[in-house]
């Protein structure tokens, strides 16, 4: 089980602090990924960060987002700076379907297991 929270409004240039717990499984097995998905758009992912741990952030958030892992507190968080009017999206987090990945987790298709979301708003 995934349950993401944090989410809310946010003015054009400020901060939110993504939350994942994750229950029922090795949590430090696995990638975990943040995924968003905008009014109208496709999903997209945001940042991985694979078992060992190695991160991937998109290009789009690239300097401004951080993803973490805290295996201790089965936790993924997701640091989002300078946010922008266009970062606005309901946003999942994710559990890869294979453990102990060679690869980082780059594509949707690669998570089996997604959180009910939470929705991020940023005003301009």
């Known amino acids: 089980q995934l349950q993401a929270s944090g989410g809310g409004l946010v003015q054009a240039g400020g901060s939110l602090r993504l939350s994942c717990a994750a229950s029922g499984y090795t949590f430090s097995n696995y990638a975990m990924g943040w995924l968003r998905q905008a009014p109208g758009k496709e999903r997209e992912l945001v940042a991985t960060i694979s078992w060992r741990p190695a991160t991937y952030v998109a290009d789009s958030v690239k300097g401004r987002f951080i993803i973490s892992r805290d295996n201790a507190k089965n936790r993924v968080y997701l640091q989002m700076n300078s946010l922008k009017p266009e970062d606005t999206a309901v946003y999942y987090c994710?559990?890869?379907?294979?453990?102990?990945?060679?690869?980082?987790?780059?594509?949707?298709?690669?998570?089996?297991?997604w959180g009910q979301g939470t929705l991020v708003t940023v005003s301009s």
């Open positions: 994710a559990r890869e379907g294979q453990a102990w990945g060679s690869d980082l987790a780059k594509n949707d298709v690669d998570y089996a297991y």
